[in-house]
């Protein structure tokens, strides 16, 4: 029989899942901008996102995603 030498497969260390806490700070913006937040669908998760810049972790759940636009809303 013949075998055919294949590279050895390199393994990469899991990814640590992220918690389910609140979202990463807002970046600073300057006074007076306007805070307007929107949700992004892609596939099957959901994300908050904002005019500023500032995006929130993806969630499966719509009203998760909303509830993080409002909470950059109003800590902004």
């Known amino acids: 029989m013949?075998?055919?030498?294949?590279?050895?497969v390199r393994r990469t260390p899991a990814r640590t899942a992220r918690?389910?806490?609140p979202a990463?700070?807002?970046?600073?913006?300057?006074?007076?901008?306007?805070h307007t937040t929107s949700t992004t669908e892609r596939g099957s998760f959901c994300l908050a996102r904002c005019t500023c810049g500032w995006s929130g972790p993806a969630r499966r759940?719509?009203?998760?995603?909303?509830?993080?636009?409002?909470?950059?809303?109003?800590?902004?």
């Not at 909303?66 to 950059?72: C, G, M, P, Q, S």
């Open 19 to 21: 918690p389910d806490g």
């Open 61 to 76: 759940s719509r009203d998760l995603a909303r509830t993080d636009a409002e909470r950059h809303r109003t800590a902004a």
């Open 2 to 8: 013949h075998q055919e030498a294949f590279p050895p």
């Open 24 to 34: 990463a700070p807002p970046p600073t913006v300057p006074a007076g901008q306007d």
